[in-house]
Every structure is written in structure tokens, then in C-alpha cells.
């Protein structure tokens, strides 16, 4: 079965820092690109970070300058390190993943994570 698994979220003051990270794991056959999104109460889902193949990336103008994501192909694992948390980072954080994989060999699908709740107190 293949699944996006993430970890590392929780309850944090305002200022801190949390890092989340996101496994791949199953028959994979190639990642093309990761992706952070979160999703706040009573709003719409929206792209956090965003990484490429070969590196590059792009960030919510919201989290510029505060988050960095970074990824490592040898583990299957994107990570986002989030610096300087406001409460207004509150939501709810899913990782996202363009997959080869066993269910689909030929072509890249979209796949998921469960999410984890990041809380930033005031």
C-alpha cells in the first residue's frame, strides 16, 4: 500500500518553531514533486511550499522568509520547517506527492497525507 505519512505537528507559542516531516512509503517508483498545504477552519486549502524534483521551490508569499522546505530522495521525505510561527499558521497541514508508483506505473498521480494539526497560541 502506498501512503504519505506525516509527523511532527502539535501546539506551539507564537515565535516558535516546529519542523514537520512526510514519508512515502510502498512500491514507488519515482516522486516528482512535493508540497505542503494547509487547510484553517472555514477556509478554502492553500499551497504552503512547493519543491521539485531538482530542488527548486516556492512558497505562500504568507510564509516567505519563515518556512523552508527541503526534501530527502533517499528517504522519500519532504520536509517544512516553520520558523517565527504566527497564529494565523494555525490549520491543518497535509503533504502532497507526485508518484509513480506499483498502482500506477506509467504515469505521475496525485497522492496525499493524512494531515497533522499545527496550533499556535497567541
Known amino acids: 500500500q502506498v501512503q504519505l505519512v506525516e509527523s511532527g505537528g502539535g501546539l506551539v507559542q507564537a515565535g516558535g518553531s516546529l519542523r514537520l516531516s512526510c514519508a512515502a512509503s510502498?512500491?514507488?517508483?519515482?516522486?516528482?514533486?512535493m508540497g505542503w498545504y494547509r487547510q484553517a477552519p472555514g477556509k478554502q486549502r492553500e499551497l504552503v511550499a512547493h519543491?521539485?524534483?531538482?530542488?527548486?521551490?516556492n512558497y505562500a508569499d504568507s510564509v516567505k522568509g519563515r518556512f523552508a522546505i527541503s526534501r530527502d530522495n533517499a528517504k522519500n521525505t519532504v520536509y517544512l520547517q516553520m520558523n517565527a510561527l504566527k497564529p494565523e499558521d494555525t490549520a491543518i497541514y497535509s503533504c502532497?506527492?507526485?508518484?509513480?508508483?506499483?498502482?500506477?506505473?506509467?504515469?505521475?498521480?496525485?497522492?496525499w497525507g493524512q494531515g497533522t494539526q499545527v496550533t499556535v497560541s497567541s
Open positions: 519543491i521539485t524534483s531538482d530542488g527548486s521551490t
Open positions: 510502498g512500491i514507488i517508483f519515482s516522486i516528482n514533486a
Open positions: 502532497n506527492a507526485e508518484m509513480k508508483t506499483i498502482h500506477s506505473r506509467w504515469q505521475y498521480f496525485d497522492y
